[in-house]
């Protein structure tokens, strides 16, 4: 069974510029879960989909968005760049309300300069 | 809200040390508690996780008790292995936002 798949795996960006991150949950997951982990601030809870809507959404500016497909997968936007959004950005997926727990993939380590 | 508090780090050890992070949380309600490891250039690894008091998580030598008394899910292994070495994240969840919620991390390094 495949797992949290993840695209790209790195990418470097000019501040102000748009970026567009992609998931896709194991087969069967209906939520997905969007982590920042920024040098030195740990793991910040971005955003979650479950079922095409947005259920819960972290402490961001309105710049960061996304947005969960028909198919579960899910996109991450960030527009506006700035140079502190350099971070791994983690997507994870669950079954349901995830009370077993997340599946993470290895992320998309994001270098904006 | 809720909160996860782990030790300062990193720690290093020698191999085949015992090992203990300590965890402690603030939660409403009645958390479900995780160990997750992320080795160097990777994504987050469920280790073990517990969901009621008294529950011990266990997974690859490790182990970790869910104390409600003392709220705390302290991670313990008898024996530590170079390839223990990674970041070591506690984290809880409680059904009202279903969002996990990490504390730090702490970084273990093991020698051999």
């Known amino acids: 069974e495949a797992g949290v798949t993840q695209s790209p795996t790195h990418l470097i960006k000019t501040r102000g510029q748009q970026v567009t991150l992609r998931c896709s949950p194991i087969?069967?997951?209906?939520?997905v879960y969007w982590y920042q982990q920024a040098l030195g601030l740990g793991l910040q809870f971005l955003l979650w989909?479950?079922?095409?809507?947005?259920?819960n959404r972290g402490n961001f500016p309105p710049r960061f968005s996304g947005r969960q497909f028909p198919n579960y997968s899910s996109e991450l936007n960030v527009n506006a760049l700035e140079l502190e959004d350099s971070a791994l950005y983690l997507c994870?997926?669950?079954?349901?309300?995830?009370?077993?727990?997340?599946?993470f993939g290895s992320g998309t380590r994001l270098t904006v300069v | 809200g809720n909160s996860v508090t782990q030790m300062e780090g990193p720690v290093t050890l020698s191999e085949e040390a015992f090992l203990t992070i300590n965890c402690t949380y603030t939660?409403?309600?009645?958390?479900?508690l995780f160990w997750y490891v992320q080795y160097p250039g990777e994504g987050l690894q469920l280790l073990l996780k517990?969901?009621?008091?008294?529950d011990k998580g266990s997974n690859k030598g490790f182990e970790a008790t869910y104390r409600k008394e003392t709220t705390s899910f302290h991670l313990e292994k008898g024996s530590v292995q170079v390839s223990d070495s990674a970041v070591y994240f506690c984290?809880?969840?409680?059904?009202?936002?279903?969002?996990?919620?990490f504390g730090k991390g702490i970084t273990l390094s093991v020698r051999p």
């Open positions: 994870a997926s669950s079954l349901g309300a995830g009370t077993s727990g997340y599946t």
């Open positions: 087969s069967g997951h209906t939520s």
């Open positions: 939660a409403t309600g009645y958390p479900s």
């Open positions: 517990a969901t009621k008091a008294d």
């Open positions: 989909y479950d079922e095409g809507e947005e259920r």
């Open positions: 984290a809880l969840l409680t059904g009202a936002n279903s969002k996990l919620t």
